[in-house]
């Protein structure tokens, strides 16, 4: 479900998947992220600095999944995973992201970093 609506870049959709108390764990950032609004706000973010976001594997273990990713930032090839931790009612409760190389990362963090007060805006209307 989740995969998904990430592939029909249905915003709307991942949104709905969010827990209210989902919490955020950036591959960039050392403090979580609590909330839907931040979360939400992230990833839309994301999608805007991603260039050839692709999924390319998936696992899944009970309420537990990754999806392994590969996409292009500045120029850089990244790979990362998403790893979600879904509640009973199929909502996630947890979304963590870990991505490498380094170079790659850093030019991530950088184009997060110059976002992030629109990001903090949107969370606030959220």
Request: glycine residues 4%; without cysteine.
């Amino acid at each position: 479900m989740f995969r998904e609506a990430i592939e029909r870049h249905d915003m709307d959709a991942v949104e709905a998947l969010l827990s209210d108390d989902v919490v955020f764990r950036s591959p960039v950032a050392h403090t979580p992220y609590p909330g839907k609004p931040i979360t939400n706000a992230i990833l839309r973010a994301v999608t805007e600095v991603f260039e050839d976001f692709r999924y390319v594997r998936q696992l899944q273990d009970g309420r537990e999944e990754a999806y392994v990713f590969e996409a292009t930032v500045d120029g850089l090839e990244l790979t990362g995973v998403d790893f979600l931790t879904l509640d009973e009612e199929g909502k996630i409760i947890d979304f963590m992201v870990m991505t490498r190389p380094l170079k790659a990362s850093q030019a991530l963090a950088a184009r997060m970093a110059e976002r992030f007060p629109q990001i903090q805006q949107a969370a606030q209307q959220g």
